[in-house]
């Protein structure tokens, strides 16, 4: 077996050699085997036995309290009978026995430890306490701890495969099939489910490990040392829990800076589905809106099901670079251009008409009835004239307004198929956009000779045209998310932004709008007024009508309380509303103490939105921008955003909103002046950014004009920790 020098890895970054390095689980030059039994069918033998059939040629030493012989090996019966400085200890011992096992470990020097054992922080808070107790053993020791509640890994490159159940052993990576797809899993059963599922298709595997509870390393390790090993050219995640946002992030970014792309499975869409996760592997519930929107800002590929984890991964593997244009569609079913354009819109793909030098070449080719479009409808003429589906290939993949191309095709007779699929594979040789040829009649075994050639050319074949359109749809959302993300950025005043102070807690409205004018974003005209002759002079100066508002920091929903009174029209009844704004809030709250009443200057209409961002515990800052007013709790139209995105992006994910319409003027309203509402989510995501003390802000609602008339803010609520 290949094993890797940790001792020169370490002189040359002695940051490696921390109880964060994957390698010595990995890759380890020598071994033991703790709580191992003679008795014929104990976990111990089966796991020596699978290590033993994939050639391991390391150092193995065995540690059993009976003590005994095993095919010529000693058991020792003390952990501390090990020599010094073993890479790895298998741990078969029960959950009782753990920590003393690792502690054991610790004193030998041992560099790194596998822990099947479960009943740990699946079990709850005293299982937590126990794991957390290990670890910090673990860490404080400089030992590199996988699980508990594990179930193993493979190591396809060596053929270093630790699993406690008997193995048919997974081939071994071939260097000559070219980067292979890394799966890592909180579940053993999923991760199995994926790699199992990519070796039928002949996609190559580098590793598949499970990570269990993660009471040390866990995803974020292995995506970083998945990020740096040159046989990875793609990775796979199911995650019921990521348990440091920051570092799986950097983990993230740095397969991202090496071309390696990362497909996720993460449940929790649902409150149920959250605590499955508990009950499985210890995972506390995080906010899973926030988790996926930050992960596909940092360029994961997020997916809802398992064979889309599946496809996506093999997908990213062949074709690392994904797609922004859309869809070509070539089939011999008028059927299936039917369904495939019901399909389409809401998977967010689009079939763009063809170019017209690509129909021209193709008019030649065709009969009057058959014409040259995409979707290309080839009618039975690939029964008899099959290079029609390589003429076609070419020329749609050559259309620069399609990204990707889905071939769906009946199954014909086995010889058939095999002509089909190479004229499929030379009309796209000349291309690098992702292309999948969907052979249909899935339940029905393809010829043995077919699946060889797919396989010679890494041909991405499937059997289900619905499963090969989401596939599709989610590569092309990813790249057009890397597309928008590498647009240039608009932030402005952001010396303002920094500068800002604020106080504790809630901030009443007029002070959050003293906030806002500071960042340049415009608030109707107005001050804060302690007397009614105040109020008087304020509404001389910035004009009639005027709307009042009273202004303390708990007093969050001033409308309800009679706190807002509109539309005041002169001098009397300016002096009449301030008597009544005062009787209710006396009977509304009588110990409420205001800070005075906010005079402003009543705003033209417009159309009402929200902008507001909150601060993740674990994520960070999130922006929501959406229709607002009161549409905002009764339709829920809205689109959550990372902080610091390119002006052009905020732009593209306003025109997502449901009510996208209303922007463009609806019923003779004018367009919305976009690029303001833009400079607003730009600047309240830079205020997050810059001031980790805030948690919240509110502007709602957003009043925005015409073209070039901007927006005004009419209110504002900014709450810091």
């Known amino acids: 077996m290949d094993t890797l020098n940790l001792d020169n890895r370490t002189a040359q970054n002695p940051a490696v050699n921390s109880a964060s390095d994957v390698t010595p689980v990995f890759k380890p030059r020598s071994i033991a085997i703790i709580g191992m039994s003679s008795k014929p069918g104990s976990a111990g033998r089966v796991v020596l036995g699978n290590l033993l059939a994939g ?7 065995l ?41 054991g470990c610790v004193a030998r020097g041992v560099r790194g430890a596998v822990c099947f054992a479960s009943g740990f922080a699946e079990m709850g808070d005293e299982g937590r306490k126990q794991q957390r107790e290990i670890a910090e053993v673990a860490r404080a020791g400089g030992l590199t701890l996988l699980g508990p509640n594990t ?3 493979f190591n396809y490159v060596d053929a270093f495969y630790v699993m406690m159940v008997e193995l048919v052993l997974p081939p071994r990576l071939d260097p000559a099939q070219g980067p292979a797809v890394a799966v890592v899993a909180q579940s053993g059963g999923i991760g ?18 499970t990570t269990g509870n993660e009471a040390q390393v866990g995803l974020a390790e292995m995506i970083q040392f998945f990020a740096q090993d040159e046989h990875t050219g793609a990775i796979i995640v199911y995650a019921e829990q990521i348990r440091s946002a920051p570092d799986f992030l950097a983990a993230v970014r740095a397969a991202r800076a090496a071309g390696k792309a990362v497909v996720m499975l993460h449940p929790g869409r649902s409150e149920r589905s959250q605590e499955m996760a508990k009950s499985h592997t210890g995972a506390l519930a995080g906010n899973y809106a926030a988790m996926r929107l930050m992960v596909e800002d940092a360029g994961v590929a997020v997916v809802d099901s398992l064979e889309e984890a599946i496809d996506v991964g093999q997908l990213l593997l062949r074709y690392p670079k994904a797609p922004t244009g859309g869809l070509g569609l070539i089939t011999a079913s008028g059927a299936i251009c039917g369904l495939t354009q019901d399909y389409v819109e809401p998977l967010g793909l689009e079939l763009p008409a063809l170019a017209e030098a690509q129909a021209e070449s193709l008019r030649e080719h065709l009969p009057d009835f058959l014409p040259p479009r995409n979707p290309l409808d080839l009618g039975t003429l690939c029964a008899y004239k099959p290079d029609l589906i390589e003429k076609g290939t070419a020329a749609v993949l050559e259309d620069p307004s399609v990204g990707s191309l889905l071939i769906s095709m009946a199954m014909p007779d086995p010889k058939a198929s095999v002509v089909w699929l190479k004229h499929f594979l030379d ?55 890397q597309a928008e993300a590498g647009l240039p950025d608009q932030v402005q005043d952001a010396a303002a932004v920094a500068s800002l102070e604020l106080g504790n807690g809630t901030q009443a409205e007029w002070v959050g709008k003293k906030a806002l004018q500071a960042l340049g974003i415009p608030t109707p005209a107005g001050e804060l ?21 009273a202004q303390a920091a708990t007093l969050a929903h001033k409308s309800e309380v009679g706190g807002v009174l509109l539309n005041i029209q002169d001098e009397a009844a ?3 509303a301030w008597e009544k704004l005062q009787t209710n809030i006396d009977r509304a709250a009588p110990s409420l103490t205001l800070d005075g009443v906010l005079v402003e200057a009543m705003g033209e209409p417009g159309l009402e939105l929200v902008v507001g961002a909150s601060r993740d515990s674990q994520w960070g800052p999130i922006l929501m921008v959406g229709l607002g007013g009161v549409w905002v709790e009764a339709l829920g139209d809205v689109q959550l955003l990372p902080p610091a995105l390119p002006h052009e992006t905020i732009v593209k994910r306003l025109r997502r909103l449901k009510g996208a319409k209303l922007l463009d003027g609806f ?13 607003v989510v730009s600047k309240v995501g830079q205020l997050m950014l810059d001031h980790p003390e805030i948690s919240e802000v509110d502007i709602n609602p957003l009043v925005a004009y015409g073209e070039g008339k901007g927006v005004v803010a009419l209110d504002a609520l900014i709450v810091t920790q």
């Open 55 to 61: 050639g391991y040629q390391g150092e193995v030493h």
């Open 667 to 679: 019923r003779g309203a004018p367009p919305v002046d976009l690029d303001a509402v833009a400079r």
């Open 574 to 576: 300016l002096r009449s």
């Open 529 to 549: 007024a302690t007397t009614p002759d105040e109020a008087v002079r304020i509404a001389a100066k910035v004009g009639y009508p005027v709307v009042i508002k």
């Open 63 to 103: 540690v059993g309290r009976s003590g005994g012989e095993l095919d010529g090996r000693t058991i020792l019966t003390d952990v501390a009978q090990l020599p010094e400085g073993v890479d790895l200890a298998i741990l078969m011992v029960p959950s009782e026995a753990v920590l003393d096992t690792v502690r």
């Open 151 to 153: 179930v193993g890994y």
């Open 192 to 209: 199995a489910h994926i790699a199992a599922s990519l070796q039928a298709r002949g996609v190559p595997l580098s590793y598949m490990m």
């Open 427 to 481: 009309g796209k040789a000349a291309s690098d956009k992702p292309a999948i040829y969907v052979m249909h009649n899935e339940d029905v075994q393809p010829s043995a000779e077919f699946v060889e050639l797919a396989r010679q050319h890494r041909a991405i074949v499937m059997r289900s045209p619905e499963r090969a359109l989401r596939a599709l749809s989610r590569i092309t959302a990813l790249g057009r998310r």
